[in-house]
């Protein structure tokens, strides 16, 4: 007998780790929506799976029957952009034509002026904005990473806080939650982050169960929610 996604992700709820992540969403739970809009902001040299990684786990979150998460590109133009292994991608919308979006995804990127001037504006709007690798260094030029805790690739922690003497730069963790901006460690920790902000948006089962149907079976994203204690969690 074949089964549907939907029946798979259904039926994985029962066998989802709650005892390590808790049945409840974390204390800073974000506003239940029906569509979430994802802008992705990209630029030359975009790396891939620091995109790729995000946008596969919005794209799988079902809550109830719904696909809750709208996912688009944005980048200075709507011209092919060149990604890191050569990959070309052309962005969904120029920056002043881009949706209001409620979530924005910064890979680790060449900066742009264009692009950092959007990102600091559009950020004031967003439910969270969140950097992948050293995407970290986008939001920091934006001026975002003021009065907050950010973490980066491991091989940028030293160049990181040489740019940002005044953030503090939390080294060996899996991702920073500050509530309205989150920063991620390298590459494959953006899905772990994109998982944490699915719980945040909905709660623990629809994020183990997204888990579950990406066959991420690694209990990082877990256990990096424990190491960067957001100011509302609570631990287990």
Known sequence: MLVTRRELMT????MTSLALFGSQASGGSLPRREHIKVAFLLGEGT?????AGPWETFQDVMAGDDMPF???TVAPTTDLITMTGGLKVKPSYALDEAPAPQVIVVPAQ???KPSLAWLKKTSEQT???MSVCTGAFQLGRAGLLKGVTATTHHEYWDSFAQEFPDVELRRGVRFVDNGHIATAGGLTSGIDMALHIVARYFDA???ARTARYMEHNSDAWREGLRASRPAYWTPL
């Not at 039926?11 to 029962?14: E, N, V």
């Not at 790396?47 to 995109?51: A, C, G, L, S, T």
């Open 11 to 14: 039926r994985s709820l029962a």
């Open 47 to 51: 790396n891939v799976i620091d995109m």
């Open 70 to 72: 709208e996912l688009y």
């Open 110 to 112: 060449r900066s742009a």
């Open 127 to 129: 439910d969270v904005t």
């Open 205 to 207: 089962e629809t994020a």
